[in-house]
C-alpha cells in the first residue's frame, strides 16, 4: 500500500475531488494540506536541503485514506469504461469457473497465497480459501500473534499445529492445516 500512496498525481486527486462535486474552496483546502510538505533525507548522516514532492500521500495523515479512496474511484471507472468498450477480457480463477470482469474482480477480491507469512496480518487480510468470507472469523481477543509467521515453525517451516489448534476454532483450525506453505517463497496475491 505505501507504494500506491507513493504514486498518486496531485492533478489527479484534484480533478477527481472536481469531478466528484466537492466545493472548489474546500478542494483548495485539502490540496493545501496535501501539497504543502517538505522533507530532508540524511546522507552519511548529514541533512540534505528540503525538498517537495510533487506526488503521494503522506502515510499516517488521517486524511490519506479518505483521499486514497477517491483516486480509487478513479481506477472504478476506468475499468467500467474499459469493460463497456470491450477492451478488458475477463479472468478464470479455475477451468470450470466463470470469468470474472472489471469491476467484478475487484468485488471479488483477492486471496493471499501463503509463502514465509511475514507479509499477512493474521487477523486483518484475506488469505482463509473459503469461498463466503476469507478472513479469520475466530475472534482475536487478546492474542498477540499478529503475521501468518507465527504461526509457522521456525525449525520444520510447516504450521505449528498445537498452536493453530489452540488459536482458532476446530473448523478453522483444519482449514488452515489443510493450505500448503511454500517454503522459501514470499507471501503473494492471487
Known sequence: MSKAYDRVEWEFLRQMMMKMGFNHSWVDVVMRCVTTVTYRIKVNGQATEQFTPTRGLRQGDPLSPYLFVICAEGLIALLKQAERQGRLCGLKICPRAPSLHGVELVKKGVIWRIGDGEHVNIWQDPWIPRAWCRKI????????????????????????????????????????????????????LA
Open 137 to 188: 472469523l475466530t475472534p482475536r481477543g487478546d492474542n498477540i500473534l499478529c503475521k501468518i509467521a507465527d504461526l509457522i515453525s521456525p525449525i520444520t517451516g510447516q504450521w505449528d499445529e498445537q498452536l493453530v489448534m489452540d488459536t482458532f476454532s476446530a473448523t478453522e483450525a483444519r482449514m488452515i492445516l489443510n493450505m500448503p506453505l511454500r517454503e522459501g517463497a514470499v507471501d503473494f
